[in-house]
Every structure is written in structure tokens, then in C-alpha cells.
């Protein structure tokens, strides 16, 4: 099975930058996502991991640590629209099968 | 537009009834999930079709049943309804072996 961690809520200010974590273990392995969500709509795809390192995407980046287990998010230059759900997902390895963390709830103050 | 399409969009039913959600994935898609999200919760899976066949399951209710038709387009049966099932259900899919899930705006459930 999978189990996947990642914190309930972060605040941060606007413009500043917020540093999202997530770890997992995980039977398998093919790749770990995250998404935005915002409330009553649908998850939209930010990222995508499969490989050690980072990816940048504008104001958003994320990195993966295979080994260790761990991912972060990383949200730049934040704005209020930022406000939302962020949901870390692994991929298992034989199924495919997509399973999400519980979601981490960023609120950008002015 | 994410190019899934779930209906209905919003659906209210009493305790007892028996529903049953559609989805259309994206043009040449071929693997379906079907997610429940409560209220403040994350998103449960409860199954995922590929190509028609069953590829995995989740923590589905036995109430609960799914398919994937030869058009790729799925549906989800829930039965014996409770109103611990009010929730939004999601679809979603993607290639299969794709980098990505594209979600629909889901089925809001209100079991009263």
C-alpha cells in the first residue's frame, strides 16, 4: 500500500515563499505529483517527478528524493490566488495506482 | 477545461436510493479513477479501469460498484445510499502510463 504525509496547513505571507512537504512510502514507484485544489473544484496538475532533483514551473518547483522517500513543493512569489489545497500523489509501481496525500491548506495573507 | 466530463453535476437522493455517476474520459484515454472526497477530506480512491479491466482497488464499499465500457466512458453505481456517502465523487483519467491525471469537476452527492 501507500502511505503518504504531508502537513494540514501553512500561512505565509504575500510574496513570500512556502516550502510544502511531503513523504511517502510507497510498494512501487512511478512518480509522484502534485496538484492544486481549490475548494469545491476540481485538483488541476502542477508537477510531476519521477526522476531524483528539481523541476521548476515558473513560480512553482519540486523536487523529489527517491531514496529518502521525500518531495517538496515549492511556491514562489506567492499570491493570493495561491490560496488552496495542495495534494501530494505517488503513483504505485505494478497497479498505477494514483494515491493522494490528505492535502496541505496554504492561506496568503496580505 | 480538463476535457473529462462527469455527470451529473450536482445530484440529491434520500437514504436507501441507489445512484449511479458517468464519466467520459478525455479523447484516447484509457485509464479511469474514481475518487470520494468528504467534506475537509482528502480524495479517497476507490477504484481505477484500464482499458475496460479492473486495475485496482481502493477502499470501495461493497454498496458500491464501477465499470468501464468498450467506448472507454465509466460509471459509477453507488447502492443502499447513507448519508455518510454525501460527498464529491471525482473522476479522472489519464494514458495510463501518462505523466498526468486530468480530473473532472466531479458529482456533488447529497444523501438526505
Known amino acids: 500500500g501507500q502511505n503518504i504525509d504531508q502537513p494540514t496547513k501553512m500561512t505565509a505571507t504575500e510574496g513570500a515563499i512556502v516550502q510544502i512537504n511531503c513523504t511517502y512510502q510507497t510498494s512501487g514507484f512511478n512518480g509522484l505529483f502534485w496538484y492544486q485544489q481549490h475548494a469545491g473544484e476540481a485538483p488541476t496538475f502542477l508537477s510531476y517527478?519521477?526522476?531524483?532533483g528539481l523541476e521548476e514551473k515558473g513560480r512553482f518547483s519540486s523536487f523529489l528524493s527517491r531514496s529518502k522517500g521525500y518531495s517538496y513543493l515549492l511556491l514562489k512569489e506567492l499570491q493570493m490566488k495561491d490560496s488552496a489545497s495542495y495534494l501530494c500523489?505517488?503513483?504505485?509501481?505494478?497497479?498505477?495506482?494514483?494515491?493522494f496525500g490528505a492535502g496541505t491548506t496554504v492561506t496568503v495573507r496580505a | 477545461d480538463s476535457g473529462v466530463t462527469q455527470t451529473p453535476k450536482h445530484l440529491i437522493t434520500a437514504t436507501g436510493q441507489r445512484v449511479t455517476l458517468r464519466c467520459s474520459p478525455r479523447s484516447g484515454d484509457l485509464s479511469v479513477y474514481w475518487y470520494q472526497q468528504s467534506l475537509d477530506q482528502g480524495l479517497q480512491f476507490l477504484i481505477q479501469y484500464y482499458n475496460g479491466e479492473e486495475r485496482a482497488k481502493g477502499n470501495i464499499l461493497e454498496r458500491f460498484s464501477a465499470q468501464q465500457f468498450p467506448d472507454l466512458h465509466s460509471e459509477l453505481n453507488l447502492s443502499s445510499l447513507e448519508l455518510g456517502d454525501s460527498a464529491l465523487y471525482f473522476c479522472a483519467s489519464s494514458e495510463g502510463r501518462g505523466p498526468e491525471a486530468f480530473f473532472g469537476q466531479g458529482t456533488r452527492l447529497t444523501v438526505v
Open positions: 517527478n519521477v526522476l531524483d
Open positions: 500523489a505517488v503513483r504505485g509501481g505494478r497497479d498505477y495506482k494514483l494515491s
